[in-house]
């Protein structure tokens, strides 16, 4: 079975058409989805500016990145299921638009910076916090985290303009 | 309603005008809704407890501003675009009425209370507004394309 035809049995699921076809729970899911990166964008904002030492400059990086994950997390799952379902109920469409794969491929980079940057930088924000200047990795892992989340937003926006060719 | 016509608009004259709009405007509601809602979650209890809801208050008031003032700017621009189609939007109007009160309301009660540390049960209450008014914004901008 080869991708498209995945997406093509995703997109004529039940509740992918009753999904789609329902003029209330399509956009009810998608505001929720831009109401997650309203919440919790603003948080990883915060965490790498703060990390870039522009932000709340009078709090620990522990503080900032410990007191934040938590929530960070439960928007992640928030906007990340909101999203799954919206790129469900429209499979096959997604499937032949490349800003929705440009955005798939930014969200692995993100797993792929948490697996680079989570255990010298999140995890080890009190030796940071020690440290008389903000160590380089840090700073590029911030960096990173920001030009990322930006382009998936970027991206994730654009998915909406792309007119599919017939 | 406007003598105006949208086709000579420069935004509608170019692909990628509008949707950068948009994500200006997404990033600007990141910075300020994001940074409002942190107080408002420690004003809940929820929340950045290490802190009192005055320090998160004046350390990230800047930073809302700029998130704000970045939405006021792309907002009114992207409304440019088609001004007569927005204003006989319901949803576009119960965004401009419920905006407007959350503006309000964030710089009168809520900057007022959260800067005192309130007790526990008020903060709940003007945390909890606040959060409900942004995000009531929030969805009624995204239904402007639905209604």
């Given amino acids: 079975m080869s991708l498209l035809a995945i997406f093509q049995w995703l997109q004529s699921t039940e509740i992918a058409t009753a999904l789609r076809e329902s003029s209330y729970a399509y956009p009810i899911i998608m505001a929720s989805h831009l109401t997650g990166m309203a919440l919790f964008g603003g948080m990883i904002l915060m965490t790498d500016l703060r990390i870039l030492g522009v932000v709340m400059r009078g709090y620990s990086v522990t503080d900032v990145v410990g007191q ?55 995890n080890n924000t009190a030796e940071i916090d020690r440290a008389p ?5 840090a700073k590029v892992a911030a960096c990173l985290s920001l030009a990322l989340w930006v382009g998936i937003v970027s991206a994730g926006r654009l998915i909406g303009y792309y007119e599919v060719k017939p | 309603m406007f003598v105006y016509d949208p086709s000579t608009n420069p935004l509608n004259n170019n692909d990628w005008a509008f949707p950068l709009l948009e994500i200006i405007h997404i990033t600007g509601f990141a910075f300020s809704i994001g940074t409002i809602a942190i107080v408002d ?5 929820m929340g950045m407890r290490h802190q009192s809801p005055a320090q998160l208050l004046k350390d990230t008031t800047p930073w ?38 959350a503006i309000i309301y964030n710089y009168t009660i809520h900057r007022k209370v959260a800067g005192s540390n309130p007790a526990p049960m008020l903060g ?15 969805f009624a901008g995204l239904f402007i394309a639905f209604v």
């Fill in chain 2, 64 to 101: 809302t501003l700029v998130g704000l003032l970045v939405m006021l700017m792309s907002g009114p621009l992207i409304f440019s675009s088609d001004p007569n189609m927005y204003l006989n939007n319901s949803s576009f109007r119960f965004k401009m009425g419920a905006l407007l009160i």
């Fill in chain 1, 68 to 122: 934040l994950r938590l929530w960070k997390r439960i928007g992640l799952v928030l906007t990340a299921g909101c999203g799954i379902f919206l790129a469900w109920s429209k499979a096959e469409f997604y499937y032949h638009n490349p800003f929705f794969w440009t955005k798939m491929m930014l969200l692995l980079l993100v797993a792929v910076h948490a697996l680079i940057f989570r255990r010298s930088v999140y």
């Fill in chain 2, 41 to 45: 979650l420690r004003l809940l209890g």
């Fill in chain 2, 124 to 138: 709940k209450l003007v945390g909890g507004v606040s959060l409900l008014l942004w995000v009531s914004v929030v």
């Fill in chain 1, 133 to 137: 200047i903000m160590p380089t990795n």
